[in-house]
């Protein structure tokens, strides 16, 4: 139901635009999330939006690089990176928060599938 799609290798210092498109329901009502994890790690929070994109929250490591956006006309998040760096190389997991802390995973019931971000340093 959640389909993230934006990733690939790219440069340090360049930027990527990872999108999430939700099918089969809605989730305007949602806050929603992005996430990410590399082998060997747990899932950690990248990014947060409101279900009225009034707010936002992010993690330290990616605050003033990283943007999170919606666009419920398309059921649609996004999370813009720039300047991105070595460390940023992840998969990246868009997720529909359902209660609960938001920077905890167990508080999201739906899961898009995972984009893998390579950065070369």
């Known amino acids: 139901q959640l389909q993230a799609s934006g990733g690939g290798l790219v440069q340090a210092g360049g930027s990527l635009r990872l999108s999430c498109a939700a099918s089969g329901r809605t989730f305007r009502d949602n806050y929603m999330a992005w996430f990410r994890q590399v082998p060997g790690k747990e899932r950690e929070f990248v990014a947060a939006i409101s279900w009225n994109g009034v707010a936002s929250y992010y993690a330290d490591s990616v605050k003033g690089r990283f943007t999170i956006s919606r666009d419920d006309a398309k059921n649609s998040v996004y999370l813009q990176m720039n300047s991105l760096k070595f460390e940023d190389t992840a998969v990246y997991y868009c997720?529909?928060?359902?209660?609960?802390?938001?920077?905890?995973?167990?508080?999201?019931?739906?899961w898009g599938q995972g984009t893998l971000v390579t950065v070369s340093s």
């Open positions: 997720a529909a928060h359902s209660g609960g802390s938001m920077y905890s995973t167990k508080s999201f019931d739906y």
